[in-house]
């Protein structure tokens, strides 16, 4: 039998934490080298062929999404068994799933990129792009169910310990490969070998856990959970590359190169809070037989967490963004980055509350829930998108998600009062809204101020932390403000001192 972890969420967060660290040092190193090794063009084009292999990314995502739910509903109800058996089930349908994948990105793959954009390389080398991005997906599809099974046992020291070794080996393979032949296969070669490194990291890490049996009761659970979660992920996933998508449409490709600059930073912030909030999935999921009001409590505790943290990590780099991209980056060509950055990281910090409220419907199973808000969300995106960038532009790039993200939170808090009866409208504002208003505004507020005098990685570091910190401030004195948000600051300052 399998052991089973059960840590508090600090002691979770703080391994989850370590997971980002690794993988955010990775991309600072080798960012900057992979733009001056193969330029913006070929850049660009690495970037457009992640971006159509991204809405493939539903297979081993759902997949291991659902076997973090199923796995910790009966790990919460003492059912050890019963929980081992769901990875076996996750694996066949992987393989399944995983080899038509596979196929279409290998057959249909080249044409959508040649559609989209002048690809600037012959045909039968992108696909051969196609056959290596290809099979470097396949791998990470496997190595996220093998993390879901670690994820719903809460074992987040192995989700730390592989996420380390992939990110050494990630950002040796990028150095390596790029510097020998630069070129956007090179670099697409590297990503995809470094999925198969975390692939056998994972192997290894598991190899304890059961892999194989009989498995169908478990395979119809996995597939009533994934039906309309799938339907989530491929659609929002969709809308979030429709940037990459126009980009590449109308402009150069070079372009999308500096769109992928801007992303990198984006997602590296918000991968961080992602890993960090992963924790509560698991946690909503043991939750979801107790008592509304023990549901409701930890919610607003949680989410208040969230947002107020997302708003210390994001918003800085927001204000901030011209001279960490100067720093970053020092290229002349790099000129649209700073605005593109600005708008991804103020949309990302809108989305802490959805993101939040997610990981509450997938615990309790709500998933029909979370795929009516996706679909709104991303058709809000493409109708906000196509027109602004078609006028304005690439520095509009992200100003489509940015409001469709403020817009979401509406539908958010509306299914928050229908399905959370316990949670009052006060509670609601302490928790999601303060946040999201205060560090909206300072974002906003700080394009009238001149961050010329940042020279250097110091200057950058100080003002960050001081930014993040009165940013925090803020919303810590504001929460304070009213009864219901001192007692919220109440069971926050109790789980950080007993570490829950």
């Known amino acids: 039998m399998a052991a089973r972890f059960t840590p508090g969420l600090i002691g979770s967060a703080r391994w989850n934490l370590v997971a980002f660290a690794c ?60 929980a081992d058996r769901f990875l076996p089930a996750a694996l066949k349908l992987c393989a399944l799933a995983g080899a038509a994948g596979w196929l279409i990105l290998v057959l249909g793959g080249p044409a959508v990129v040649g559609w989209i954009s002048e690809p600037g390389v012959g045909t039968d080398e992108l696909r051969l792009i196609f056959i290596i991005a290809a099979t470097g997906w396949l791998a990470q599809q496997f190595a996220l169910v093998f993390q879901g099974a670690s994820t719903a046992r809460m074992n987040y020291r192995a989700v730390a310990k592989v996420s380390a070794v992939y990110a050494a080996m990630s950002a040796a393979t990028i150095l390596v490969f790029t510097h020998a032949f630069p070129s956007a296969l090179a670099f697409v070669a590297a990503v995809s070998a470094s999925y ?138 790099i000129d649209l980055g700073a605005t593109m950055l600005f708008t991804l990281l103020v949309a990302a910090h809108l989305g802490t509350a959805a993101g939040i409220f997610n990981h509450y419907l997938m615990g309790t199973g709500n998933t029909r829930v979370l795929t009516s808000i996706t679909v709104v969300f991303a058709g809000c995106i493409a109708a906000l998108s196509i027109p602004t960038i078609n006028v304005y532009g690439p520095t509009a790039a992200g100003v489509g998600t940015l409001v469709a993200s403020a817009l979401r939170n509406v539908l958010v808090v509306w299914w928050l009062r229908r399905l959370m009866l316990d949670l009052s409208r006060d509670d609601i504002v302490v928790c999601l809204g303060l946040p999201l208003v205060i560090g909206s505004s300072f974002a906003f507020l700080s394009l009238a101020y001149d961050w010329s005098f940042i020279d250097n990685w110091i200057a950058l570091g100080s003002c960050y932390t001081a930014v993040a910190a009165l940013i925090l401030g803020t919303i810590v004195a504001g929460t304070a403000l009213s009864d219901c948000g001192r007692e919220l600051l109440v069971a926050v300052w109790r789980r950080v001192i007993h570490r829950r």
């Not at 960012?31 to 809405?55: D, N, Q």
């Not at 990291?201 to 994934?226: K, N, T």
């Not at 890993?275 to 939750?287: A, D, N, Q, Y």
């Not at 037989?289 to 800085?316: H, Q």
């Open 23 to 82: 993988g955010l040092a990775a991309n600072l190193l080798t960012v900057p080298f992979v733009v001056r090794s193969i330029g913006l063009e070929a850049f660009g084009l690495a970037g457009l062929v992640i971006a159509v292999c991204a809405p493939f990314l539903v297979v081993g995502t759902v997949l291991g999404q659902a076997l973090v739910r199923e796995m910790s509903v009966r790990l919460g109800a003492g059912d050890e068994a019963g």
């Open 196 to 333: 198969a490194v975390l692939l056998v990291g994972w192997c290894v890490a598991l190899r304890h856990l059961p892999w194989r049996g009989s498995a169908d009761g478990e395979i119809q659970a996995l597939l009533g959970f994934s039906s309309w979660q799938g339907i989530a992920h491929i659609v929002g996933n969709f809308s979030l590359q429709i940037d990459r998508y126009l980009l590449g449409a109308l402009f150069p490709v070079a372009t999308v190169g500096e769109f992928n600059v801007a992303r990198r930073v984006q997602e590296a912030g918000s991968i961080g809070l992602m890993k960090m909030g992963e924790v509560l999935f698991p946690r909503f999921g043991s939750l979801s037989t107790k008592s509304p009001t023990e549901l409701a409590r930890f919610f607003r505790t949680a989410c208040w967490c969230y947002c107020s943290l997302g708003a210390a990590v994001l918003i800085p780099a927001a204000v901030l963004s011209r001279p960490l991209i100067d720093l970053w980056i020092p290229e002349e060509s």
